[in-house]
C-alpha cells in the first residue's frame, strides 16, 4: 500500500510556521529596536531602519521567496510504502533517499499532532525503532502529512503484534526442537552410560 501526504493542507502547515518564525523576528527585531533606540541616545530609529531593518527585510524576503518552493517539491517527492514485513519512505529533492524499517526493528508508532496539525485535520507519525541512533528527534522515520492518520496508526500498530506474534512462535517453535534435542541428547547419554556399566 502507498501512501502520499496531502499536498495542499502539508503545504498550509508549512505556510502557517514560516508566518509564525516571521512574526517572531519581527517582534525580536521590534523589541531590539525600542532597547537600543532608548537606551542609547546616539542612534536613531532611521538609523536602526537603514542599518538593521534593510538586513532583516531583505533575509525575510529571500525565505519567502526559496523556502515555499523547496517545501513544495520536498512534499511533492514524498511517499510512503506499507509492506508486508517492513515500511519504506521514499524522500528527497535532488538526492533521492530511500528509508526502509524493518518491523522488527521498530519499538512503537506514535501519532503527532501539532497546534497547526490539528487546526488542519492531519497527523503525523513518528517511527521509533530500537537502535534510533543519531535521528533527530530520537525517530528513525516520520510520515507527515496523513489525513487518515487515526486508521493508518491503528494498522501499523497491528503489524507490529502481528510481525511480534510470528516471531514468538518462531521462538517457541525454535526452543520446543532445541528441548526435543536435548533430550535425544540426554536419551544417547543414558545409553552410553548402560553401555559403559555393562562393559565393567
Known amino acids: 500500500m502507498e501512501i502520499k501526504p496531502d499536498l495542499g493542507k502539508l503545504m498550509r502547515r508549512e505556510i502557517y ?3 509564525t518564525i516571521t512574526m517572531s523576528i519581527i517582534i525580536i ?5 525600542a ?3 532608548n537606551f542609547d541616545p ?15 527585510a531583505g ?3 529571500a525565505i519567502w521567496i526559496f523556502t515555499p518552493w523547496l517545501q513544495y517539491l520536498w512534499i511533492t517527492n514524498l511517499r510512503y510504502s506499507i509492506e508486508d514485513e517492513r515500511l519504506s519512505i521514499h524522500k528527497g ?4 533517499q530511500d528509508v526502509s ?12 499532532r501539532s497546534l497547526y496539525e490539528r487546526w ?24 507527515v502529512g496523513l489525513v487518515d492518520f487515526d486508521s493508518l496508526h491503528a494498522v501499523l500498530r497491528e503489524k507490529i503484534k502481528i510481525y511480534r506474534g510470528q516471531g514468538a512462535q518462531e521462538l517457541k517453535s525454535v526452543s520446543q526442537s532445541e528441548l526435543a534435542g536435548a533430550d535425544v541428547l540426554k536419551s544417547i547419554l543414558e545409553e552410553i552410560q548402560k553401555i559403559n556399566q555393562k562393559l565393567k
Open 93 to 96: 529533492i535532488l538526492n533521492k
Open 29 to 33: 527585531f521590534l523589541s531590539i529596536q
Open 59 to 61: 533575509f525575510l524576503i
Open 120 to 143: 488542519l485535520d492531519i497527523g503525523t507519525i513518528l517511527v521509533q525503532t530500537a537502535g534510533q541512533g543519531a535521528q533527530a528527534g530520537g525517530h528513525e522515520g516520520k510520515l
Open 35 to 37: 532597547l537600543v533606540v
Open 101 to 112: 524499517i524493518p518491523y522488527s526493528a521498530v519499538t512503537d508508532f506514535t501519532l503527532s
Open 42 to 56: 546616539e542612534v536613531t530609529n532611521a538609523e536602526f531602519v537603514k542599518y538593521v531593518w534593510s538586513w532583516v
Open 17 to 19: 510556521t514560516l508566518i
